[in-house]
Protein backbone atom coordinates (compact mmCIF):
# COMPACT_ATOMS: atom_id res chain seq x y z
CA UNK A 1 0.00 0.00 0.00
CA UNK A 2 1.10 3.45 -0.40
CA UNK A 3 -0.17 6.83 0.90
CA UNK A 4 -0.69 9.64 -1.98
CA UNK A 5 -1.60 13.48 -0.73
CA UNK A 6 -3.11 15.77 -2.52
CA UNK A 7 -1.50 19.08 -2.87
CA UNK A 8 -4.29 21.29 -3.45
CA UNK A 9 -6.27 19.68 -0.26
CA UNK A 10 -3.84 18.03 1.85
CA UNK A 11 -5.83 14.77 1.69
CA UNK A 12 -4.56 11.53 2.47
CA UNK A 13 -5.54 8.45 -0.30
CA UNK A 14 -4.33 5.40 0.44
CA UNK A 15 -3.89 2.91 -2.22
CA UNK A 16 -1.69 0.23 -5.06
CA UNK A 17 -2.25 3.28 -7.49
CA UNK A 18 -2.77 7.09 -7.52
CA UNK A 19 -6.46 7.49 -8.22
CA UNK A 20 -7.64 9.84 -11.37
CA UNK A 21 -8.36 12.65 -9.28
CA UNK A 22 -8.69 13.51 -5.64
CA UNK A 23 -11.73 11.93 -4.12
CA UNK A 24 -11.95 14.86 -1.73
CA UNK A 25 -11.12 17.99 -3.41
CA UNK A 26 -11.60 16.63 -7.16
CA UNK A 27 -8.43 17.84 -8.03
CA UNK A 28 -6.57 16.54 -11.43
CA UNK A 29 -4.29 12.92 -10.44
CA UNK A 30 -1.35 15.29 -11.15
CA UNK A 31 -1.53 17.07 -7.64
CA UNK A 32 -1.13 13.43 -5.80
CA UNK A 33 2.35 12.84 -4.58
CA UNK A 34 3.43 10.55 -2.62
CA UNK A 35 3.59 11.27 1.60
CA UNK A 36 7.59 11.38 1.13
CA UNK A 37 7.84 14.22 -0.73
CA UNK A 38 4.33 16.24 0.06
CA UNK A 39 5.10 19.40 2.17
CA UNK A 40 2.51 21.99 3.22
CA UNK A 41 2.81 25.03 0.80
CA UNK A 42 0.08 27.12 2.67
CA UNK A 43 2.14 28.96 4.39
CA UNK A 44 2.59 32.06 2.50
CA UNK A 45 1.99 35.83 2.45
CA UNK A 46 -1.58 36.41 0.89
CA UNK A 47 -1.77 40.15 -1.54
CA UNK A 48 -4.40 42.24 -0.34
CA UNK A 49 -6.10 41.37 -3.79
CA UNK A 50 -6.05 37.53 -2.89
CA UNK A 51 -6.82 37.74 0.70
CA UNK A 52 -10.87 39.71 -0.89
CA UNK A 53 -10.44 37.18 -3.77
CA UNK A 54 -10.07 34.04 -1.39
CA UNK A 55 -12.70 35.35 1.18
CA UNK A 56 -15.11 35.80 -1.60
CA UNK A 57 -14.54 31.98 -3.09
CA UNK A 58 -14.71 30.92 1.22
CA UNK A 59 -18.31 32.18 1.07
CA UNK A 60 -19.41 30.80 -2.63
CA UNK A 61 -18.40 27.28 -1.24
CA UNK A 62 -19.72 27.47 1.78
CA UNK A 63 -22.87 28.43 0.74
CA UNK A 64 -22.46 25.91 -2.47
CA UNK A 65 -22.25 23.56 0.04
CA UNK A 66 -25.30 24.72 2.23
CA UNK A 67 -27.59 24.74 -0.90
CA UNK A 68 -26.15 21.47 -2.03
CA UNK A 69 -26.92 19.65 1.52
CA UNK A 70 -30.19 21.34 1.15
CA UNK A 71 -31.02 19.15 -1.97
CA UNK A 72 -30.00 16.26 -0.80
CA UNK A 73 -31.81 16.02 2.58
CA UNK A 74 -35.06 17.49 0.35
CA UNK A 75 -35.04 15.78 -3.22
CA UNK A 76 -37.07 12.26 -3.69
CA UNK A 77 -34.91 11.11 -5.79
CA UNK A 78 -31.87 8.84 -4.76
CA UNK A 79 -29.86 9.60 -7.31
CA UNK A 80 -29.78 13.35 -7.69
CA UNK A 81 -29.73 13.44 -3.51
CA UNK A 82 -26.46 11.17 -3.58
CA UNK A 83 -24.76 13.58 -6.45
CA UNK A 84 -25.67 16.55 -4.67
CA UNK A 85 -24.55 14.41 -1.08
CA UNK A 86 -21.25 14.00 -3.69
CA UNK A 87 -21.27 17.64 -4.45
CA UNK A 88 -21.54 19.15 -1.32
CA UNK A 89 -18.45 17.14 0.11
CA UNK A 90 -16.61 18.43 -2.76
CA UNK A 91 -17.47 22.25 -2.39
CA UNK A 92 -16.90 21.53 1.78
CA UNK A 93 -13.53 20.81 0.96
CA UNK A 94 -12.69 23.27 -1.29
CA UNK A 95 -14.05 25.85 1.48
CA UNK A 96 -11.34 24.08 3.47
CA UNK A 97 -8.57 24.59 0.92
CA UNK A 98 -9.58 28.64 1.00
CA UNK A 99 -9.75 28.39 4.72
CA UNK A 100 -5.98 27.12 4.99
CA UNK A 101 -4.76 29.78 2.50
CA UNK A 102 -6.18 32.71 5.00
CA UNK A 103 -5.45 30.58 7.76
CA UNK A 104 -8.81 30.69 9.41
CA UNK A 105 -11.16 27.89 11.08
CA UNK A 106 -14.63 29.22 11.03
CA UNK A 107 -17.15 29.57 8.03
CA UNK A 108 -18.97 32.01 7.23
CA UNK A 109 -22.66 32.58 8.18
CA UNK A 110 -25.14 31.58 5.22
CA UNK A 111 -28.71 30.52 5.11
CA UNK A 112 -29.61 28.58 1.61
CA UNK A 113 -33.32 27.12 0.62
CA UNK A 114 -33.93 24.65 -1.88
CA UNK A 115 -37.29 23.14 -3.30
CA UNK A 116 -37.69 19.31 -3.99
CA UNK A 117 -37.84 20.06 -8.12
CA UNK A 118 -34.68 17.79 -9.89
CA UNK A 119 -34.74 20.43 -12.87
CA UNK A 120 -34.53 23.87 -10.78
CA UNK A 121 -32.05 21.97 -8.15
CA UNK A 122 -29.61 21.41 -11.35
CA UNK A 123 -30.19 24.93 -12.63
CA UNK A 124 -29.18 26.00 -10.00
CA UNK A 125 -26.15 24.18 -9.15
CA UNK A 126 -25.55 25.28 -12.91
CA UNK A 127 -25.74 28.67 -12.22
CA UNK A 128 -23.54 28.45 -9.57
CA UNK A 129 -20.53 26.77 -10.84
CA UNK A 130 -21.17 28.74 -14.34
CA UNK A 131 -20.25 31.83 -11.65
CA UNK A 132 -17.43 29.90 -9.76
CA UNK A 133 -15.52 29.06 -12.87
CA UNK A 134 -15.72 32.88 -14.06
CA UNK A 135 -14.51 34.34 -10.84
CA UNK A 136 -12.11 31.66 -10.06
CA UNK A 137 -10.49 32.18 -13.47
CA UNK A 138 -10.22 35.94 -12.84
CA UNK A 139 -8.61 35.64 -9.55
CA UNK A 140 -6.34 32.67 -10.62
CA UNK A 141 -5.37 35.56 -12.86
CA UNK A 142 -5.24 38.35 -10.44
CA UNK A 143 -3.31 36.13 -7.76
CA UNK A 144 0.75 37.14 -8.12
CA UNK A 145 0.97 34.27 -5.83
CA UNK A 146 1.92 31.00 -7.22
CA UNK A 147 0.23 29.15 -4.84
CA UNK A 148 -2.93 30.94 -5.22
CA UNK A 149 -2.62 30.75 -8.61
CA UNK A 150 -2.57 27.18 -8.89
CA UNK A 151 -5.16 26.34 -6.26
CA UNK A 152 -7.63 28.64 -8.54
CA UNK A 153 -6.61 26.83 -11.16
CA UNK A 154 -6.77 23.26 -9.69
CA UNK A 155 -10.60 24.00 -8.72
CA UNK A 156 -11.54 26.12 -11.56
CA UNK A 157 -11.20 22.67 -13.42
CA UNK A 158 -13.59 20.71 -10.98
CA UNK A 159 -16.24 22.93 -11.14
CA UNK A 160 -16.21 22.93 -15.02
CA UNK A 161 -16.33 18.81 -14.38
CA UNK A 162 -19.45 19.56 -11.88
CA UNK A 163 -20.69 21.57 -14.85
CA UNK A 164 -20.58 18.61 -17.20
CA UNK A 165 -22.13 16.31 -14.28
CA UNK A 166 -25.23 18.86 -13.87
CA UNK A 167 -25.87 18.97 -17.83
CA UNK A 168 -25.85 15.06 -17.93
CA UNK A 169 -28.32 14.91 -15.21
CA UNK A 170 -30.64 17.68 -16.86
CA UNK A 171 -30.34 15.73 -19.82
CA UNK A 172 -31.37 12.23 -18.51
CA UNK A 173 -34.28 13.82 -16.25
CA UNK A 174 -35.67 16.11 -19.09
CA UNK A 175 -36.36 13.60 -20.89
FE1 LIG B 1 -7.53 17.13 -3.02
FE1 LIG C 1 -15.99 24.31 -5.26
Not at 13 to 37: N, Q
Not at 64 to 71: D, E, G, L, N, T
Request: hydrophobic share 35%; with cysteine; charged share 35%.
Amino acid sequence: MKVFVCRICGDPYMGEESPDACPFCGAEKKFLVSSSVWKDENNIELTDISRKNLETSLKLEVSASKFYKCVENTVANTEISKVFKNLRKVETEHASVFKKLLKIDTDPEVEEVCVDDIIASLEESNRREENAVKLYKQFAEEAVEPRVKEVFEAITKVEENHIIIDNEMMAKYKS
